[in-house]
């Protein structure tokens, strides 16, 4: 497998673990934030998803798995990034969105020095200048 598909395939992965249960729109913004961090850092989609610290469901050395019962949210994943791919090629950026979290969950202190973007599900978007 290229660079490339790897990239898309752990993509799909991230957004499987990341946003899992959110809408479909929640699923491709979280593609967006993977590629506006990516390209501010001047990394792969590959890169920045097993850079430590980035995404709380990778450790490098994991087995990719998941239940039968979650075939149709791994399902939901790949279509979320083929959508991400498509808004990618129409120049939608979600603002540079790089950032975010789930609000009724968290309030991390390294918001309070960042754009809100929008949110989306449960989900706050946020961009760092």
């Known amino acids: 497998m ?3 598909g790897l990239g898309l395939l752990l993509l799909a992965w991230n957004v499987f673990y990341e946003a ?3 809408p479909m729109a929640g699923k491709v913004a979280v593609c967006h934030v993977v590629l506006n ?3 501010k850092h001047g990394l792969t989609v590959e890169q920045i998803i097993k850079k430590p610290n980035q995404f709380s469901w990778y450790r490098p050395g994991m087995a990719f798995s998941y239940k039968e019962t979650e075939e149709s949210a791994m399902r939901e994943s790949m279509e979320a990034v083929m959508k991400f791919a498509a808004e990618v090629a ?6 540079e969105a790089d950032h975010y979290f789930n609000p009724s969950k968290v ?6 020095g960042m754009r809100f973007v929008a949110k989306i599900g449960n989900h706050a978007f946020y961009r760092s200048d």
């Open 107 to 112: 309030q991390p202190s390294w918001a309070r």
């Open 20 to 22: 899992r249960g959110e």
């Open 2 to 4: 290229n660079d490339f």
């Open 37 to 39: 961090r990516a390209r």
């Open 90 to 95: 129409d120049g939608k950026t979600l603002e």
